[in-house]
C-alpha cells in the first residue's frame, strides 16, 4: 500500500522536460501501477491451517488458478521449491479435510479438482527435483543416484523388471533369505511350452486385428463411391488398401 | 540417490532426514466426545507415531503431547444395480493427538446456516419460475378450446 501511494504522488508532481526518461517511467506506473511491491508470508494459524478460510465456508464454487508447470518450476531455486513443497503440502492436507468433511455433512465439495491440481504440482516439482540430484549425481559419480534396477527373466520366463534394495547381510550369506526366496528353474519344458502358446495366442490376436481392419476398409470403399485413398492409407497405415479396394469385398451397389 | 529412495539405516550412522515429506493428514470430527485438547486425524499407514508428532510440531507449529494411533479398515461398499459387486475404501491410521492442557480447538462449521438458508432459497425460486413457466406454457390456448398449447395465434 505504501509503495502505490508514493507512486501516485510522483505520478501527480510535475517535473521540467528534461527528465523525459523519468517520465516516461512515471506513465507507464500511471498506467500499470505496482500492485504488491511488498509481498508476506501467511499467517501462522496453527490447527486452523486444516480449513478453508471462512469466507469460503458454504461457498458453491471457490475459483482458484492452475498447478505450476515443470518449466516454471526449474527456473527457481531448490530452497524456494522446498519453500514451495511445504505450501502445496499444507493446502493439499486442507483439502482432504474439507473433502472429509463434506462428505459427513453431505454437502457437494466445491471445485474438487483442485485436489488433482495440488497433486500434479507436487508430481511436476518432485520430477525436477529428481532432475537435479541426477545431474548431481552425474557429475559426481558418473552413475545417476537412481535406484538400481535390472532386466531378468521371471519365473515365466517373461521379462520383469526387478527393482533391486539394500540388504544388511548379502543373500549368498543370508539362509533365511534364500529359504523365503527359492530359486526357480524357468527353463522347463513347462515354461518352454508356455511360451510357444503364449506366442500363438499373441500372433493370433495380432493376425485378428489385421483383418478386422481390412474389414473395416473394404467397407469404406463398399458405402462411399468417392473416397480418399491417401486419407484411409493413413488412419490405417497396416493395410494394403489399394490391394483391399481392387478385392471383391471393396464391391459397391453400383456400375463401377 | 532419488528423493524416495533411502539407504538403510546402520548403527552410527547420520541420521536419515526426509526433505520432501510426502504424507498427508486430515483432521476429522471424531465420532465420539473428545475433551477440547484432543484431536483426531486420519494419515497413511506407514506414518508412525513420531512422525506424526515430528510433522505436526515441525510443518505446523503445534505443541504436542502425546500420540496414539490404530489401523482401520476402509469401508466395504456394494455398488447399486443389477451386478452390485464390492469395492473397498482405502485403509488409513487414526492418531488421536492430545495437544497440552491450556490449549483447545472447537471444530469449525463449515456450512453455516445463513448461507445454507440462502442456497434453499433460490433453489425454492428457481423451482417455482419453472413451475410457473410451465404453467404459462401449458394454459396459452385455454381460452381455444381443441387447439393444442404448442400453437401459437
Given at each position: 500500500m505504501l509503495t502505490v501511494s508514493l507512486c501516485h504522488n510522483l505520478a501527480k508532481m510535475s517535473l521540467p522536460s528534461s527528465l523525459s526518461l523519468c517520465q516516461r517511467h512515471i506513465q507507464m506506473l500511471r498506467k500499470?501501477?505496482?500492485?504488491?511491491?511488498?509481498?508476506?508470508?501467511?499467517?501462522?494459524?496453527?490447527?486452523?491451517?486444516?480449513?478453508?478460510?471462512?469466507?469460503?465456508?458454504?461457498?458453491?464454487?471457490?475459483?482458484?488458478?492452475?498447478?505450476?508447470?515443470?518449466?516454471?518450476?526449474?527456473?527457481?531455486?531448490?530452497?524456494?521449491?522446498?519453500?514451495?513443497?511445504?505450501?502445496?503440502?499444507?493446502?493439499?492436507?486442507?483439502?482432504?479435510?474439507?473433502?472429509?468433511?463434506?462428505?459427513?455433512?453431505?454437502?457437494?465439495?466445491?471445485?474438487?479438482?483442485?485436489?488433482?491440481?495440488?497433486?500434479?504440482?507436487?508430481?511436476?516439482?518432485?520430477?525436477?527435483?529428481?532432475?537435479?540430484?541426477?545431474?548431481?549425481?552425474?557429475?559426481?559419480?558418473?552413475?545417476?543416484?537412481?535406484?538400481?534396477?535390472?532386466?531378468?527373466?521371471?519365473?515365466?520366463?517373461?521379462?520383469?523388471?526387478?527393482?533391486?534394495?539394500?540388504?544388511?547381510?548379502?543373500?549368498?550369506?543370508?539362509?533365511?533369505?534364500?529359504?523365503?526366496?527359492?530359486?526357480?528353474?524357468?527353463?522347463?519344458?513347462?515354461?518352454?511350452?508356455?511360451?510357444?502358446?503364449?506366442?500363438?495366442?499373441?500372433?493370433?490376436?495380432?493376425?485378428?486385428?489385421?483383418?478386422?481392419?481390412?474389414?473395416?476398409?473394404?467397407?469404406?470403399?463398399?458405402?462411399?463411391?468417392?473416397?480418399?485413398?491417401?486419407?484411409?492409407q493413413e488412419k490405417y497405415p497396416d493395410v494394403d488398401v489399394e490391394e483391399v479396394r481392387q478385392s471383391d469385398k471393396a464391391r459397391g451397389n453400383w456400375a463401377p | 540417490m532419488s528423493s524416495r529412495w533411502y539407504p538403510i539405516y546402520q548403527k552410527g550412522n547420520p541420521q536419515l532426514r526426509i526433505f520432501l515429506p510426502n504424507f498427508w493428514m486430515k483432521l476429522v470430527r471424531s465420532k465420539e466426545p473428545l475433551p477440547p485438547n484432543v484431536v483426531e486425524f486420519h494419515v497413511p499407514l506407514a506414518m508412525t507415531n513420531h512422525d506424526i508428532k515430528n510433522y505436526l510440531e515441525k510443518i505446523y507449529n503445534v505443541t504436542v503431547k502425546h500420540v496414539e494411533s490404530t489401523l482401520e479398515n476402509g469401508k466395504l461398499k456394494r455398488s447399486y444395480g443389477k451386478v452390485g459387486f464390492i469395492t473397498k475404501e482405502e485403509d488409513y491410521r487414526r492418531a488421536i493427538v492430545t495437544l497440552p492442557k491450556t490449549e483447545s480447538f472447537t471444530f469449525p462449521d463449515i456450512c453455516p446456516k445463513e448461507k445454507q438458508e440462502e442456497s434453499e432459497k433460490e433453489r425454492k425460486e428457481m423451482k417455482e419460475q419453472q413451475a410457473n413457466a410451465l404453467k404459462k406454457f401449458t394454459d396459452r390456448n385455454s381460452n381455444n378450446p381443441g387447439i393444442p398449447n404448442w400453437f401459437r395465434i
Open positions: 500499470h501501477p505496482i500492485q504488491k511491491a511488498i509481498h508476506t508470508s501467511s499467517k501462522l494459524l496453527d490447527l486452523n491451517e486444516f480449513f478453508d478460510s471462512p469466507k469460503n465456508f458454504g461457498a458453491e464454487q471457490v475459483r482458484v488458478g492452475r498447478s505450476w508447470r515443470k518449466e516454471e518450476l526449474r527456473v527457481k531455486s531448490s530452497s524456494d521449491l522446498h519453500k514451495l513443497w511445504y505450501v502445496l503440502l499444507k493446502e493439499q492436507n486442507m483439502l482432504k479435510t474439507m473433502e472429509h468433511e463434506c462428505k459427513e455433512k453431505f454437502i457437494v465439495f466445491p471445485n474438487p479438482e483442485r485436489i488433482d491440481k495440488v497433486q500434479e504440482s507436487m508430481e511436476n516439482l518432485e520430477d525436477v527435483i529428481r532432475e537435479r540430484n541426477v545431474a548431481y549425481f552425474q557429475l559426481e559419480t558418473t552413475h545417476t543416484g537412481e535406484r538400481p534396477a535390472e532386466l531378468i527373466d521371471n519365473a515365466f520366463g517373461l521379462k520383469e523388471v526387478y527393482t533391486k534394495s539394500e540388504y544388511d547381510v548379502p543373500k549368498e550369506l543370508n539362509k533365511e533369505w534364500q529359504k523365503n526366496n527359492p530359486v526357480i528353474d524357468n527353463r522347463t519344458l513347462a515354461v518352454k511350452k508356455f511360451l510357444v502358446l503364449l506366442k500363438e495366442k499373441l500372433l493370433k490376436k495380432e493376425y485378428a486385428k489385421m483383418k478386422n481392419e481390412e474389414k473395416e476398409v473394404a467397407q469404406i470403399f463398399a458405402t462411399y463411391k468417392d473416397v480418399d485413398v491417401e486419407a484411409v | -
